[in-house]
């Protein structure tokens, strides 16, 4: 059993920061990939960044690419977004994923998911 808990969202203006949280427990290990998607309203969920387990190589989505930086610390089974100059396009809901194996930002690639934090950017 794997949980994942996500927090850190809420509401900033427009150029503000957050930084999400996603705190893992259970079955799960340093080894594992660690995702951030996000949906916002009437779309389909997007994989935002990822970071490789033992590596902690990182990768991209172009419409975060400088804005976002994903980090994690394996000894807390944490990992973080750092999320900085937010417009009013990236508000959605956030989600943490983990997998074992696989490591992209295709949502059908991972097995855990968290439930969600809320980020409202406004203008």
């Known amino acids: 059993q794997v949980q994942l808990v996500e927090s850190g969202g809420g509401s900033v203006q427009a150029g503000g920061s957050l930084r999400l949280t996603c705190a893992a427990s259970?079955?799960?290990?340093?080894?594992?990939?660690m995702g951030w998607f996000r949906q916002a309203p009437g779309n389909e969920r997007e994989g935002v960044a990822r970071?490789?387990?033992?590596?902690?190589?990182?990768y991209y989505a172009d419409s975060v690419k400088g804005r976002f930086t994903v980090y994690r610390d394996n000894g807390k089974k944490t990992v973080y977004l750092q999320m900085n100059s937010l417009s009013p396009e990236d508000t959605a809901m956030y989600y943490c994923a983990a997998d074992r194996a696989y490591c992209g930002l295709q949502r059908s690639g991972y097995h855990y998911w968290g439930q969600g934090t809320q980020v409202t950017v406004s203008s």
């Open positions: 970071i490789r387990g033992l590596s902690g190589t990182t």
């Open positions: 259970g079955f799960i290990d340093s080894s594992a990939c």
